[in-house]
């Protein structure tokens, strides 16, 4: 999948085709996500309709070479094209950085690969679990004596999206400043073991090698999930006064007048007699009335929700977390909402997923002024495809 963001219609999502294609939909299966199910909506994974709102699909032959001419010239118009092969595949193409380069020399043009553009690893392709697994991720996650865990959505994926982003912004503003484009290297191993901080500061700099916690902290004591009468409370004292107001709230005021507990330090060291109090004294009450008795109190502290109850959380919907969009065979779908929001502005009514060739037609006329004989000889040799419903 290559995606550009052009300045006035958005994201395009082009879905590469193998061989000659003449009809539409038997030339591809398009994004592997499509297929990421049950569930379904319609046709359509949620898994698929859950990442790829205000998209606009064009189906291409990346192999003929009028199918690559047409994404140099999309890339002419573009600001920033982002792709997410093997190393070295779209060169074979004419579609490297240095091809597209030439053509749009102020191109923010990002790859994103499984271990970077180089290296003994580069060639492999890339999958959260497989990068979660050797960058060290899953030795940490899951419980104290237990086995490693996958965690429960692909963190590394969505991590290495973020460093993209903060590197293609960052890019645009060098662009804008110097009138030059920029190659950026992005890959889920190099995330992944950034986002190690402190755990590999710990080895790098005193040899100390990770453990798994659970829902515990290796340094800060109590800082995890306990179970109550009927779930599971959060609480997290991040420091000597946080604690004292948890031993206050608990019952449990002799704690803090116990001179191995008066520091974290202290604490940490006699982890597991402290823990084992507290546990049995938070399984006495009901997790409602935990989160009243620290109301207020400044100590932070949270249910574990399910993800029903996470979306009939005030607070989620007070931030706008439920987006709804209509598709075109889905119907009336939802997906989570943006994460942040601005002062000035409010983002644009969304769009929803495309379907597989859905804006073919739209972009080659609207967007590189393809007249319509053209359009129809690439949609007759196989060139391009559109979408016969949508």
Not at 102 to 112: D, E, F, G
Not at 357 to 375: A, C, E, K, P
Request: charged fraction near 20%; charge should be neutral; glycine fraction near 10%.
């Amino acid at each position: 999948m290559i995606t550009w963001v052009l300045p006035d219609v958005g994201r395009i999502q082009i879905n590469p085709t193998r061989g000659k294609l003449l009809h539409y939909p038997s030339f591809c299966a398009g994004d592997d996500t499509r297929s990421w199910g049950p569930p379904f909506v319609g046709d359509e994974s949620a898994y698929f309709l859950s990442v790829n709102r205000n998209k606009k699909s064009v189906a291409v032959n990346l192999k003929d070479p009028r199918g690559a001419k047409i994404i140099l010239e999309l890339a002419g118009m573009c600001d920033v094209l982002v792709e997410n092969y093997l190393p070295g595949k779209l060169d074979q193409m004419g579609l490297g950085y240095d091809d597209v380069h030439k053509a749009a020399p102020r191109l923010v043009y990002c790859s994103i690969s499984g271990y970077g553009q180089t290296g003994p690893l580069s060639q492999r392709p890339g999958y959260d679990s497989i990068a979660s697994a050797v960058s060290g991720m899953m030795h940490i996650t899951g419980p104290e004596d237990g086995d490693p865990v996958r965690p429960g959505v692909a963190m590394t994926d969505l991590a290495t999206g973020l460093y993209a982003h903060g590197a293609i912004m960052a890019a645009l503003l060098q662009c804008h400043r110097t009138g030059r484009g920029v190659h950026i290297d992005c890959n889920l191993l190099s995330t992944q073991v950034a986002c190690l901080t402190h755990i590999a500061a710990n080895y790098l700099n005193a040899g100390k090698e990770a453990r798994r916690w659970g829902t515990a902290h290796e340094s800060i004591v109590p800082y995890q999930g306990f179970r109550t009468k009927d779930g599971f409370l959060v609480v997290a004292a991040g420091n000597d006064k946080q604690f004292i107001k948890v031993c206050k709230v608990s019952s449990l005021n002799h704690l803090s007048d116990e001179p191995k507990y008066k520091s974290n330090t202290l604490r940490v060291q006699h982890r597991q007699e402290l823990l084992h109090i507290l546990s049995q004294r938070f399984l006495e009450e009901l997790t409602g009335e935990w989160l009243r008795r620290f109301e207020g109190t400044g100590v932070p502290c949270g249910p574990i929700n399910n993800i029903q109850q996470v979306f009939s959380e005030p607070q989620v919907a007070n931030n706008g977390l439920i987006l709804e969009m209509n598709h075109p065979t889905a119907g009336k779908i939802a997906v989570p909402g943006p994460a942040v929001r601005f002062s000035t502005f409010e983002s644009r009514e969304p769009m929803p997923p495309p379907v597989i060739g859905q804006h073919t037609v739209q972009v080659l006329r609207d967007s590189l002024s393809y007249n319509d004989d053209v359009i129809n000889q690439l949609l007759a040799s196989g060139t391009v495809a559109q979408n016969e419903v949508h």
